[in-house]
């Protein structure tokens, strides 16, 4: 799971439609998911 955590640490600081990811915090996990 460290990879995950890890892919969610780049969106700590994220690009500028951060709404959009933080809206639903599954949607960022997909987004990690998808990217590993």
Do not use: A, H
């Not at 890890?6 to 997909?30: A, E, H, I, Y």
Request: proline share 6%; glycine share 2%; hydrophobic share 35%.
């Amino acid at each position: 799971m460290t990879e995950i955590n890890d892919c969610q640490d780049k969106f700590v600081q994220p690009p500028r439609d951060t709404s959009l990811l933080f809206k639903n915090g599954k949607t960022l996990n997909d987004i990690c998911n998808i990217i590993l």
